[in-house]
């Protein structure tokens, strides 16, 4: 069968039992392309051109066996049990939006477009493209976008770039062998495996072309994919440029007090320019916290969360960042000069 | 200007498009109120990813479905996708209406939609004028209505969401399906772990509500054994045995919060749609999908918490 637009048709809807009556005219002819597109071959080098079309500027696929000893609450294939690969994407972060908080310039625009839009709505529409492409294939695919909100049961930190998080405390496995609900990757354990990025000494997921300037989102499938080899050395060097750029003092050489950074990344410190003579007066402990020298914890931070309340929250809760990222601007620069950063 | 749409269509992601001539609809339909003029509906039909049902499918995470197969389709792409094709039909110089669903919108004075917060809902809102989405999408060729109601279509099934175009420009009409998929096999009724869809098909919106919020503590792994301790009928509830009509479906719905806000007031499918997935697997089953995959999406027997779990004692109430 031809169908209108030229094309013969080779797909399932051109047979008898999907035709109707008396005519030689394929039910699905809107379709044609998308039909013809699911008996492509899928390769890891169409997933890479297209994710790059659809703007990813890094892409990488990764073997599951690299999760091995991952807690299965972490692990890819307790979201799919027959996952072959997970494959990874980065999206840049604009410098120029570090560029004005490091200049006390502008504040809301690195929230708003850095941090929300990129992973609220370009991530996702780039998902479920990527995905769509994959399932045309044949083959399921399990889209991972960052989960803000939510913490695994038994993960008692939090995201700071949300107003709060919700810990699934009630949850439990609903059957022998497989974990509570919901699972959550590791983001920064699948970024290396994918060989597109590695935890840092602060927590943020590290790219070698673009440093901490980067958002990131996975898809599991049981496609199964040539593989990327995968970071075999991190990214981070722990050169401790993060620890003494945060105004908060929220990084140690253990790693980041998620509870502490959510108190200055929304701008508890004395430099957010924001803060007025009016905010916390006559609190005892105003000069403590505006110095960055208070330690939180879960129950203090979420106290001291509603007097933080500089510029409105974005929409999908998240809190505006006023601590102008100082340490990943430290970090990008320390990369920049120590390792001649490709950007 | 019709294949210019379907191109456009495609472009912004819309994986079925039908059109209908305005013929197919009685003249007290909606639509004619929405815009006089209308010559044509256009109808937009998005995949929801099987991939996205996994999640609730082997009970490890319920995030993903929510966000990226109902929140990120009806608030981000339905739209782009229909703000970019009624303009491409304002260029040629006609008349394009869009039309998506407004979930806490509706003109019944006592429905509710699962999908939302029941309290965040403007209900007896008639001067908001909506159209019938199953009704439109079965017009304009995107499927035929399962037995549950759900639209289902030859390539993904029920795992489809869709939106309009309404329009003064007249396009050749796409055919209308001849009922082939749903053989009434009642596999939807037997899925639902909340009895919300009759053995005719009828869904009981608020008893739906209930239970896609998780009041079933058979398929809830956020449940806690003693929920509900305080009502007598909390085994039949849990059990999804319940009659919830609506004054007892709003109390239950004030109470039950086992997962937090999915954005847009949506909430998380705690169900996981199973009566779209028993759907699902059971056409694939049969082998009438077009869009095949490598692997059957069910492969064994769901799972479900023995009722065992949630019978207390006295002393833990």
Redesign the interface.
Known sequence: LINR?GIEES???STD??T??G?V?P?????I???LR?MTELTSQLIKERAEKLGAAVCGIGKLELFEGESLQRHPK?????ANCIIGFGFPIPKGLYLSMERNASFYSYTNLGVKYND??FA??F???M??M???A????????S?P??RIKGDKQTNPEVKDT?E?V??????DG???????IDFGKAAQACGIGSPGLSGRILSPRYGPFMRWCFI???APLACDEPLENSVCDRCGECIRACPGRAIGVDGLDTWQCAVYYRGAHKSNPLMSEEFLRGDPEREEIINGEKRFDAVSARVLFPKLNFLPNT??GYAPCLCGKKCDIACYKHLMKEKSNER | MRDKIIELAHETEADIIGFSPASRFNRDDPIFTLLPEVKTVIGLGFRVLRGSYRGPEEGTTYYQYTTMGVECLEETVMPMALMRVSNLIEKEGHIALPQRRHPLIMAEENSINPEVYDTRIYRNVTAECQMNFEDAAVKCGLGELGLHGKLLCDEFGPFLRYVFILTDAPLEGTPVYEPHLCDRCGECVKGCPGHAIAADGTVDKWQCAVYYKGACGLKNPFMLPNEFADLEDRIEIIAGDAQVFPERARELLARIGFYPDCGHSYTASICGRACDTACYCHLEKKGVLTKKFHFPFREREPWKFPVEDFIISKKDV
């Open positions: 637009f797909h399932g809807n039992k999907n109707k009556k005519s005219v039910r699905y002819l809107p379709r392309k998308r039909c699911k307790s979201i799919l049990p027959n609220e709505e996702e529409i998902l479920l493209k995905g769509a994959i399932e045309d044949g083959y399921d695919a399990c889209l991972q976008k989960v909100n939510l919700y699934l009630h949850a439990v496995p609903v059957e497989k974990p509570a609900p919901d699972v959550i599991i499938t049981d929409h999908w």
